[in-house]
């Protein structure tokens, strides 16, 4: 299925970067693979992560060739800490793995991400690798191809894999940008003298990137930093750019296609401000029906406090397909980037809630949920989201037993516990109609549960 990010893989290697040589009892077959792994790569090597990529894994196994059988990918840093992939195939009887040849670059100092896909549907995979350079020169986006033609031997005799075609880039991305059914390469590059910058989308033919249309975009950005590739309406295909501005600003443009040209579809002249979001958003597909939203930050009702302070929901927003109509709102959330947690906010809370700070009294609380109506002014919290470290879960939840409080375990991750607290009762003047709307909107524990979100452990 083609949706906005292509990657293609198999099994996963997946752990944190220290552990990624020391993972627990594996299957018969991975084992064999981590140890053919650990005496392939160079002495004074280790596994690494692309730093960029939305995948947990340093070895990926894939069919590359189109042959039936799995080869692995690996990426790790060499003896000089210089980015590397190390390429394996396994022998003719499944017995045992052999390196075949390593992917490198001249001058790159990291690997942002690595993608891979059948570019030219032509039963074989491409591996597409996004290289950083030195600060101040632009990346390298390059392409590469199982096929003995393009390995060279190096000085030691070990087999290099060539790319078959690059080019410098800001941003790119891949995906099926225009619905044929293909896979291209979005890329947008960055004119250093005149700050021009242009969005590329490039079809793979004859072993080469050729580029289908270009389309100048909005200048006035630090630079683009992300690309979203894929369905961008029910009938509709495209590309999201998205960059920052200033300190912390981000700007988000959403480009089409019209008469097999990229047009930019949002902002239209007349909702040029909504692009801006006061920080860094990321568009993705977020209700899982294969078509990109666009992520669009707004501040939480009832808040008087210094930006810094202030809490933002995210709109998740789809375009209809038709450049007259405004986009749909599908859904709305709270996410916290330092926690990386996110809280689906339920439809009907629309209109009837905010978020605050949880008192000083309060320690590891992190946001509270409140019932807020903008006629009356009336709020009060609903609960608490808590994050605890583990050691310290035991006393916390002996606390509330004590005082017969009411909360709910939600998740453990990474040595955090993250519970809810129920605030209980609203307060005692206020209105029997806004008790009551009040106490009609406080989610069961199976509500809550579905609503939190552990964005890592979710990928």
């Given at each position: 299925?083609?949706?906005?990010?292509?990657?293609?893989?198999?099994?996963?290697?997946?752990?944190?970067?220290a552990?990624?040589?020391?993972?627990?009892?594996?299957?018969p077959?991975?084992?064999?693979?981590a140890?053919?792994?650990?005496?392939?790569?160079?002495?004074?090597?280790?596994?690494?992560?692309p730093?960029?990529?939305?995948?947990?894994?340093?070895?990926?196994?894939?069919?590359l060739?189109g042959?039936?059988?799995?080869?692995?990918?690996?990426?790790?840093l060499n003896?000089?800490?210089?980015?590397?992939?190390?390429?394996?195939?396994?022998s003719?009887?499944?017995?045992?793995?052999?390196?075949?040849?390593?992917?490198?670059?001249?001058?790159?100092?990291?690997?942002?991400?690595?993608?891979?896909?059948?570019l030219?549907?032509?039963?074989?995979?491409?591996?597409?690798?996004?290289?950083?350079?030195s600060?101040g020169?632009?990346?390298?986006?390059?392409v590469?191809?199982?096929?003995?033609?393009?390995l060279?031997?190096?000085?030691?005799?070990?087999?290099?894999?060539?790319?078959?075609?690059?080019?410098?880039?800001?941003?790119?991305?891949?995906?099926?940008?225009?619905?044929?059914?293909?896979v291209?390469t979005?890329?947008?590059?960055?004119?250093?003298?005149?700050q021009?910058?242009?969005?590329?989308?490039?079809?793979y033919?004859?072993?080469?990137?050729?580029?289908?249309?270009?389309?100048?975009?909005?200048?006035?950005v630090?630079?683009?930093?992300?690309?979203?590739?894929?369905?961008?309406?029910?009938?509709?295909?495209?590309?999201?750019a998205?960059?920052?501005?200033?300190?912390?600003?981000?700007?988000?443009?959403?480009?089409?296609?019209?008469?097999?040209?990229?047009?930019?579809?949002?902002?239209?002249?007349?909702?040029?401000e909504?692009?801006?979001?006061?920080?860094?958003?990321?568009?993705?597909?977020?209700?899982?029906?294969?078509i990109?939203?666009?992520?669009?930050?707004?501040?939480?009702?009832?808040?008087?406090?210094?930006?810094?302070?202030?809490?933002?929901?995210?709109?998740?927003?789809?375009?209809?397909?038709?450049?007259?109509?405004?986009?749909?709102?599908?859904?709305?959330?709270?996410?916290?980037?330092?926690?990386?947690?996110?809280?689906?906010?339920?439809?009907?809370?629309?209109?009837?809630?905010?978020?605050?700070?949880?008192?000083?009294?309060?320690?590891?609380?992190?946001a509270?949920?409140?019932?807020?109506?903008?006629?009356?002014?009336?709020?009060?919290?609903?609960?608490?989201?808590?994050?605890?470290?583990?050691?310290?879960?035991?006393?916390?939840?002996?606390?509330?037993?004590?005082?017969?409080?009411?909360?709910?375990?939600?998740?453990?991750?990474?040595?955090?516990?993250?519970?809810?607290?129920?605030?209980?009762?609203?307060?005692?003047h206020?209105?029997?109609?806004?008790?009551?709307a009040?106490?009609?909107?406080?989610?069961?524990?199976?509500?809550?549960?579905?609503?939190?979100?552990?964005?890592l452990?979710?990928?």
């Amino acid at each position: 299925m083609l949706t906005v990010l292509i990657l293609l893989t198999g099994c996963d290697y997946t752990s944190a970067p220290a552990d990624l040589l020391q993972a627990p009892a594996m299957a018969p077959d991975k084992q064999q693979l981590a140890e053919a792994v650990a005496a392939a790569l160079p002495a004074h090597s280790k596994l690494t992560l692309p730093y960029a990529d939305d995948r947990l894994e340093a070895i990926r196994r894939i069919d590359l060739d189109g042959d039936g059988v799995e080869e692995a990918i690996v990426t790790y840093l060499n003896e000089f800490s210089t980015p590397e992939l190390l390429i394996m195939k396994q022998s003719n009887n499944g017995s045992g793995w052999t390196a075949w040849a390593v992917i490198n670059e001249p001058l790159v100092t990291g690997l942002i991400w690595l993608r891979i896909a059948d570019l030219d549907d032509d039963g074989r995979k491409e591996i597409l690798v996004g290289w950083s350079r030195s600060t101040g020169e632009a990346k390298l986006l390059a392409v590469y191809r199982l096929d003995e033609g393009q390995l060279n031997r190096d000085n030691e005799g070990i087999p290099v894999l060539q790319s078959v075609s690059g080019l410098d880039y800001a941003a790119a991305a891949v995906g099926d940008a225009d619905g044929d059914g293909f896979v291209e390469t979005a890329v947008v590059t960055e004119n250093a003298n005149t700050q021009e910058q242009l969005l590329t989308v490039y079809k793979y033919r004859g072993g080469k990137l050729q580029p289908v249309s270009r389309l100048p975009l909005f200048n006035g950005v630090n630079g683009y930093h992300r690309l979203a590739v894929g369905k961008v309406a029910p009938d509709r295909y495209g590309i999201v750019a998205e960059g920052s501005v200033g300190a912390h600003s981000w700007y988000t443009s959403l480009i089409g296609w019209k008469d097999g040209r990229l047009v930019q579809i949002y902002p239209a002249p007349r909702e040029w401000e909504t692009a801006f979001n006061p920080y860094g958003v990321r568009s993705s597909d977020r209700n899982g029906d294969g078509i990109i939203e666009l992520q669009r930050l707004k501040a939480a009702p009832g808040q008087n406090a210094s930006m810094a302070e202030t809490y933002f929901i995210s709109e998740w927003l789809q375009w209809t397909g038709d450049e007259d109509q405004p986009f749909q709102l599908v859904a709305e959330e709270y996410t916290d980037y330092n926690y990386d947690f996110s809280i689906r906010i339920p439809n009907r809370w629309h209109n009837s809630y905010t978020i605050s700070r949880p008192a000083e009294t309060q320690p590891y609380g992190l946001a509270s949920f409140d019932y807020h109506n903008p006629e009356t002014g009336a709020q009060a919290t609903w609960w608490t989201l808590y994050a605890i470290p583990g050691e310290n879960y035991a006393d916390i939840e002996e606390e509330w037993q004590q005082n017969s409080r009411h909360y709910l375990f939600l998740r453990e991750a990474g040595g955090i516990v993250y519970a809810a607290l129920f605030a209980g009762e609203p307060p005692e003047h206020w209105s029997d109609e806004e008790k009551e709307a009040y106490r009609a909107l406080i989610p069961d524990k199976e509500q809550l549960r579905s609503m939190f979100r552990l964005e890592l452990a979710e990928q």
